[in-house]
DNA sequence: TTGAAAGCGCTACCAT
DNA sequence: ATGGTAGCGCTTTCAA
């Protein structure tokens, strides 16, 4: 068995009541005393069962985080920022990953949300409904979605996709495909949104084509019905996606960036790797997490406050050398 | 407050004892009184506090993995192995990114292990002795790396090994490179010893340089040292490390696979998503995660089974159309 | 400044 | 088949 407070009282000669007070409230025991016991429980190498701590003072630590699909090099990111933040404030993370299902989503929140503090929500595929019925149980924070009255973290995604557009239209193109990402998904019906926007003030005709998965099958699998819009560049809904355009590209033997330039969202460390690199508007991701955690740290803190925190953080397009991108052929 | 035992018995007029066995061993209670007792809980949303069960039980329902660095994709997916079969079993998942850093990884250890019933630890970064010490404390079982007595799931890296070396010396080649990675990671050591007994059975002169840091970066900064001498081929130690080769080496101007050919070793999602894809050898992820967990609910189970399970998953090179892999030129 | 006692939510045991 | 009681490890009164 391990080693409990009992263990550290007895060793130190003091209470139970007093290992506490040494432990988490150290300006109330005689300093004498306070030394005493802090390294007699280092020397039994005690640490307070955080369980047992939880049922008095009704705080776990821990959070609870859930994404949509760890395959998806974004998540780990976001997932990385949240465990760095966490462990600073001293809290364990539970992870679960959804795999893109809106039911085994909400069966991990009830499922989870009894041993957490709080809740991350990263881009969760559930509606708007079930969203709410969630966070009146629990402390929750989404990470890459909106909901009114409920804290958040976003990026600028209308900022994003002026830098696209506006990179685009620089370069000459006028006519420009959109590849979908998945409907549930607040992302894309944000990027939908701040597209059409956007294209309409840069003069650019916008071509949406229907919504796939956001993987790398989902760009192969959209990729003909890219080419058969004759535009010459498209924007996919991320940088998964514009790899398998781009490999489908290739395959059919359509040149890119030379016959359509090929533009991607949320810079994934991987898109820096490939050959050509992947022009792609950077979205912030451990530095999503680190916030996530702090507004439900937050909240946790003062769970009165209101109205919601909601943090946007900047988005920036970034261009690289060899890129799948170029000006549009005359 | 959430709804606790005491409501549930309250309403459904048994006492608390009741409505545990209705709930956790329902033969033992009267089918009039099971039903009540379990509608009623349903009607409330009672679901029981598992920290304060696992204070009695000593079960928590929860396990911990511990991975080096999620931003590789090899260890997402071992994570999403991990996820899915803990689910199934009713384990929730403490997850710890250590940023492939050995002291991080025993600090993270010590505070995971109070909140868990046991704790997979993948690719361990931490000496031997540490290992053991934990051991000692802890149900663990080691995922990618094996220490005498303690449960382990690993990959047949010598067939694996073996499968390349053939691939390469088929092609013609007899100077093959190694560009190790980490010191301190089981797997490194494991494919260099592998590496040597197999090559030196094929009659293929093997060439080892420095250890560099497991990710793209320490590919590209060991390829300048690969081109010097003057091999034809070379086995990275990963995938990302692979990724990292062919970059520098066509930014030399170094054509791959026309004047050498990488093989790289995971088979990560992303080595068939680019261009070329990369020719290697395909590590179990999902299923080692699955594994793991397996060997641990045994373990927790059966605590004093012996010796030590372990589990070896094969391995398989991959070898894709249009790859980095070419004959020898002569 | 310290200790004793109560109790968090739950289950195990001993009654009945 | 069911209830009462004790106690898991810890913190928080309350009293001294």
Redesign the pocket.
Known sequence: ?????????RVA?????????????P????????ERVKRVAADLG?????????????RTGNIGLLVPDLANPFFPSVVKGVQARAHEADYAVFLADTDEDATAEIGLVRKLS?QVDGLLLCSPRMSDDELRTIVGDTPVVLVNRRLARVPSVTPELLDGMRQAISHLTALGHRRVAYVAGPRSSWANRERVRSLRTVAAAAGAELVETGNVTPQFEGGVAAADQVLATGVTAVIAYNDLVALGLLNRFTARGVAVPGEVSVLGFDDIPLSAMVHPALTTVDLPKEQSGRAGVDLLLQLLAEPDRSPAARRELPTQLIVRASTGIAPRRV
């Open positions: 068995m391990a080693v409990t407070i009992k263990d550290v009282a000669g003091v209470s139970a009541s007093t290992v506490t007070r040494a432990l988490t409230m300006e109330l025991v005689h300093p004498e005393t306070r005690y640490h307070p069962n955080r369980a047992a701590r939880g049922l008095i003072t009704g009894k």
